[in-house]
């Protein structure tokens, strides 16, 4: 047992408690509780959204992945990058204008209200959508964090799991969206210390010991020191496309990330914010993709039983316990930041979305925000039940999940922002599409060949245009009206 870690963690996680706590005494209006209410800086919004979009799976899944692939790995992490500046520097302004225009507080919100017609049957599925695949990233968050408290303390998964599920719904419950942000800022700056000193430690340890990244990553296998993966042509192009389809879930159909976008409170901030994340991910994914590299290198020849537990075992092999316990504190604000804002993505859908839109009941503010605890405890213990049952492993679960909700809604909010033509039924069938053709995407050995991340952001793509074009949106009156006037005012010149 390392005592100094495990005080270092206890002391970690009364801390982020203590944020949580100190905002629930605020008193707070349901806008304030869901989106922050115009009120958090740019930068901490940033923060707040790389912690939130780089989970368990990052420290976790991806180590472990550039672990058993190599060189090749990194188109995930190109792929993302692109994504997240693209998000950042073309959405993101958008996001938060279009928010105050139609006066929303969630993207199904927005979409319901841009498309007012079908608004209740764009609410309702989307938040099935929504409930539906969060349920289980969720649940692959708490997962992480049993693994991690299990290589750390050997305390048993069920033990972590259960601890980490106290901590995150205390938070999510207590403090809502500015809890969250302000004990995001604080577990991103964490993830980022891990991310950049991990490597430079490993680094110097195999600089002083001769060893060689290069030829410890040729000597893993024979297509570990390519960029392509040792494969040409059709086949290249696959392995690239399903890399590298992280990407599509960045363009705005993420619930927990567009919520920042939505939160910043003028362009000023917006830069700001762009700035912030841009470098924080740089500097994430190379020293993720890093770790992955060096433990090749450091541990050549060694079995892991789980090489999602690569980045802890190296955290305790190469500090000391008073080091390791901050570096490993850094996975547990991965987890936490990112299940506290999945809570309160399916807490927003159902009591913004279905309770007062999609079915009009009248409550109080109060009343809202305790709705909104009330779900957050819920959908906690339905994602709790997933983690304890399911046996996926973090990367490929939050895979599934990045493209039931990210690459589904994503050509939702590209049309919507970009093209004219879009209407309430386009977005209906592209919700549907989607859903539908993730789910029966990784139920078949399609998965294996090519990522349901590509394929469904194309499908619901494609289902989106061609609806749009059949069912085309009629004009309001109003709408009517300002067109004629205009045409006579161009006459009349």
């Given at each position: 047992m390392h005592t100094t870690i495990l005080v270092e963690f206890i002391l970690y996680c009364l801390a982020m408690v203590a944020i949580g706590y100190y905002f629930s005494r605020k008193e707070m209006e349901h806008s304030d509780f869901l989106i922050g209410g115009g009120k958090l800086p740019g930068w901490?919004?940033?923060?707040?959204?790389?912690?939130t979009g780089e989970s368990a799976w990052l420290l976790l899944g991806y180590t472990g992945f550039v672990f058993m692939t190599g060189f090749s790995a990194i188109w995930v992490g190109v792929g993302i990058g692109l994504g997240v500046a693209f998000s950042w520097l073309f959405l993101a302004r958008r996001f938060m204008d279009e928010a105050k225009k139609y006066n929303v507080m969630t993207l199904p919100g927005y979409l319901a209200a841009r498309f007012e017609s079908k608004g209740k049957i764009i609410l309702w599925l989307a938040t099935i959508?929504?409930?539906?695949?969060?349920?289980?990233?969720f649940g692959a968050q708490i997962a992480g964090a049993g693994k991690t408290l299990f290589t750390v303390f050997g305390i048993k998964p069920l033990t972590g799991i259960l601890i980490s599920f106290a901590i995150v719904i205390a938070l999510s419950y207590l403090g809502g969206f500015v809890g969250v942000v302000w004990t995001d800022m604080i577990q991103s700056v964490m993830m980022l210390i891990t991310?950049?000193?991990?490597?430079?430690?490993?680094?110097?340890?195999?600089?002083?010991?001769?060893?060689?990244?290069m030829d410890a990553v040729v000597a893993a296998g024979p297509t570990m020191?390519?960029?392509t993966g040792g494969l040409t042509g059709f086949a290249l192009g696959i392995l690239l496309f399903n890399n590298f389809a992280w990407f599509f879930g960045f363009l705005g159909g993420q619930p927990q990330l567009s919520a920042r976008f939505m939160a910043l409170?003028?362009?000023?901030?917006?830069?700001?914010?762009?700035?912030?994340?841009?470098?924080?991910?740089?500097l994430a994914y190379v020293g993720a993709f890093l770790i992955g590299l060096t433990a090749l290198t450091l541990y050549q020849g060694q079995a892991f039983a789980d090489v999602e537990t690569i980045l802890p075992f190296m955290i305790l092999d190469l500090f000391p316990e008073w080091a390791a316990g901050i570096l490993l504190a850094g996975i547990l604000a991965a987890i936490i930041s990112t299940a506290d804002s999945q809570l309160l993505v399916i807490t927003s859908s159902a009591s913004e979305d279905i309770i007062r839109n999609a079915l009009s009941i009248k409550l109080?503010?109060?009343?809202?925000?305790?709705?909104?605890?009330?779900?957050?405890v819920g959908a906690g213990i339905v994602g709790l039940m997933i983690a304890l049952f399911s046996k996926s492993l973090v990367y490929l679960v939050v895979g599934w999940a990045w493209a039931g909700v990210g690459c589904t809604l994503s050509p939702a909010i590209i049309l919507t922002f970009f093209w004219k033509k879009y209407s309430g039924a386009g977005v209906i069938a592209t919700i549907i599409s989607g859903f539908v053709s993730t789910v029966v995407w990784i139920s078949t050995p399609l998965?294996?060949?090519?990522?349901?991340?590509?394929?469904?952001?194309?499908?619901?793509?494609?289902?989106?245009?061609?609806?749009?074009?059949?069912?085309?949106?009629?004009?309001?009156?109003?709408?009517?009206?300002?067109?004629?006037?205009?045409?006579?005012?161009?006459?009349n010149v």
């Open positions: 901490a919004l940033a923060f707040s959204e790389r912690a959508l929504i409930g539906s695949f969060m349920m289980f990233y991310l950049v000193g991990l490597p430079i430690m490993a680094l110097i340890k195999i600089n002083s010991e001769g060893l060689s990244v020191d390519s960029w409170k003028d362009k000023k901030e917006a830069r700001t914010g762009a700035t912030v994340a841009v470098v924080w991910v740089i109080t503010e109060k009343q809202l925000v305790l709705v909104s605890r009330l779900t957050i998965e294996e060949i090519i990522s349901s991340r590509f394929t469904t952001f194309f499908i619901a793509l494609a289902f989106g245009i061609v609806f749009s074009l059949l069912f085309p949106e009629k004009q309001t009156t109003a709408a009517k009206d300002e067109k004629e006037i205009s045409a006579e005012n161009a006459i």
